[in-house]
């Protein structure tokens, strides 16, 4: 069975720090990455995607793929509360198909 | 750009009755769509897969008789829930692709309460 796992948390980081949120996968075959943001009560939101070994970055955020080991982590730095929500890691599941595989997400919580 | 909606936002309706939900992406071209529900606190469960102009591809465990999907047209899919009980109810979130991307967008969710 394919998976993703995440930490669920809750992880909480003061106003300004580094938040590091982390997600493992089980399938190798798998090719896309995806990081979401969902507010309580919301739909998920596109903050990043990655498909190629090493790190993306986009803002305050980063994206990091290590496909040897199978995990995919996200970094946010100068934190805020605003920031505070879950934070779903999604998998494509490869062969030739676009579904995703969720994580069952990390909550952070950003203190002020 | 990217933007899906889906319609209504939040729906009542009582046991026994069907309930339609509405998934367009309003600035491109879907190809395929998916359905998913999510349960208070737990993450995304996908029902279904949609391709416009075929039949949708259900996950297993998911009926394709009371969870009836329709992708009539590049920019809207339906889902219809048949026979509503209140194990229905749910947050029910639709997500497209832009042609060719693997990338999901999702809509804004429909919250069912079925009484």
């Known amino acids: 069975q394919k998976e993703v796992e995440q930490n669920s948390g809750p992880l909480s980081v003061p106003e300004g720090a580094i938040a590091s949120l982390n997600c493992t996968y089980s399938d190798r075959v798998s090719q896309s990455f995806f990081w979401y943001r969902q507010y309580s009560g919301k739909s998920p939101e596109l903050i990043m995607s990655?498909?190629?070994?090493g790190d993306k970055e986009d803002g305050r955020f980063t994206a990091q793929l290590n496909k040897a080991s199978q995990y995919v982590s996200l970094l946010i730095r100068d934190s805020q509360p605003s920031d505070s929500a879950t934070y779903l890691c999604a998998v494509n599941g490869g062969s030739g198909t676009y579904k995703y595989i969720f994580g069952t997400g990390t909550r952070l919580k950003v203190l002020a | 750009g990217a933007v899906v909606s889906q319609h209504p936002s939040r729906v009542i309706c009582k046991s026994g009755t069907s309930v339609k939900i509405e998934c367009r992406s309003l600035?491109?071209?879907?190809?395929?769509m998916f359905w998913y529900r999510q349960f208070p606190k737990k993450s995304l469960m996908l029902m279904a897969t949609?391709?416009?102009?075929?039949?949708?591809?259900?996950e297993q465990g998911v009926e394709k008789d009371k969870f009836l999907i329709n992708h009539a047209s590049l920019t809207l899919s339906t889902l219809t829930v048949t026979s509503a009980h209140p194990e229905d109810s749910s947050f029910y979130i639709c997500?497209?692709?832009?042609?060719?991307?693997?990338?999901?967008?999702f809509g804004p969710g429909t919250r069912l309460t079925v009484t």
């Open positions: 997500s497209a692709s832009i042609q060719g991307g693997p990338e999901q967008y």
């Open positions: 990655i498909y190629s070994n």
């Open positions: 949609s391709n416009e102009g075929s039949k949708a591809t259900y």
């Open positions: 600035d491109f071209q879907a190809t395929t």
